[in-house]
DNA sequence: CTGCTTTCGCTACGAGTCGTAGCGTAACTG
DNA sequence: CAGTTACGCTACGACTCGTAGCGAAAGCAG
């Protein structure tokens, strides 16, 4: 999942996704049109750079980190990188986005084990150097590049936004929360539980440089109950 | 407040509180104590750099502030800017710190206005350009600096918790909350609440990059009151 | 097989930044 | 006055950036 520069698209299995959709042109082959030409990208040297991307992350750090750097590790030219990313900020992108896809609503029967879960996944997702390295500057690179913002969001933050649909569901299922009335509303609530958790978690570790401990997360879950179950 | 370099004197460390006498450092003189021998540095090039500094944050942002383009605005020499701060995180920070300076507990009767209004104050400084260009670049930077981090939080972060006691005092003194049994239960209480707030304040803003409306801060406030208060 | 097309590795480049060193001058102290 | 320190300025080697040009490699269509 490269990030789909103006060149060809590489091996995207399903739906090619038309990578000069950007031209608005004639579109004489509509969707599906796999015109793969000349040589082909290696998948191979995809892989490699982004795992190279994680390595370095990892050793060096955000600033550590240089196209030079990734390239050489991954074995791969300077130019090869730059064909397929604009920046080092989109390469971090994909590069971390496969990290937080482990993260599982796991369904433990209540949704303060539910939610003690998620945050100790979360909590131990936070531990690896190569999210360190990458979350906080990225979002900070975000919050001057509006595409960049976009496509974080996009790739790594709203997607995990399924798990407070699922653990809100499997709660509802179970009778500890009543079904939503109005769908703004819950929209709303998904939100505010989603930054809570994230932001919290994020600066409790990140920033304030503490550890996330069993103790602390039943403190926190008991904040977040607190109101949601009405006591 | 410079970074308290080791201006001069390289390998006579036993003699800081340098420069600026407001270091609440060890003061081996009695205080005020200026036995400054040479030429003693400028104030006025510390107030020029440190504003240089936010304004081109507000401008190019994190990425593009350089010691090179600070010196140049401040109308310093670049060589003047290393010897007070020794990176750009440290000068950063300095220029930033002050920023979080304006926050205030207003106590306004009841700890649900409190709150609102402290959160208010804190969203309204993460909308001015400075403060998110700087901020989660230094806390990025942070979490491979140890160093770096325990300046952000000492000049920056832990001050702020200051809000979080005087929140709760105020709400012990009105009878809305309960006196504190435990002397670490209640450490612990404050920076989890502070955590909770800044960490979550903060992911809206600089991550979902959605407003702080006066019903997201009413929805928030609920979250924090719940517990706390008993409903 | 032969062309056509695109990617690949490699080299080289100008521009910009970094942090430091050296020098002469300015400012303040005793 | 001499002594000490900060200042402005210039210059430097090392590094990264992103791009350009080249010949070679790898697929596809005829």
Known sequence: ??????????????????????????????????????????AAADRAILDATRETLAELGWGGLTMGHVASRAKVAKTTLYRRWPSKNELVVDAVASLFD??????????????????????????????????????????????????????????????????????????????????????????IIFDTIAGTVEHRVLVSGEPITPEWTRRFTDLLLGPLIGC
Request: proline share 11%; aromatic share 2%.
């Open 102 to 191: 482990d993260l599982v609503m796991p369904d433990l029967g209540s949704l303060r084990a539910d939610i003690e879960a998620v945050v100790a996944q979360f909590a131990a997702l936070l531990d690896r150097p190569e999210t360190q390295a990458a979350l906080l500057a990225l979002f900070a690179e975000g919050t001057r590049d509006r595409q960049l913002r976009y496509r974080i969001r996009e790739a790594i933050v709203d997607p995990q936004k399924r798990l407070v649909r699922q653990g809100r569901a499997a709660a509802q299922a179970r009778g500890e929360l009543g079904p939503d009335t109005d769908d703004a509303a819950a929209r709303a609530e998904v939100d």
């Open 1 to 42: 999942m490269p990030a789909a520069q103006p060149p060809a698209t590489p091996e995207s299995p399903e739906s090619p996704a038309r990578t000069t959709a950007e031209q608005a042109g004639p579109a004489p082959e509509p969707a599906g049109a796999a015109r793969a030409k000349g040589r082909p990208r290696s």
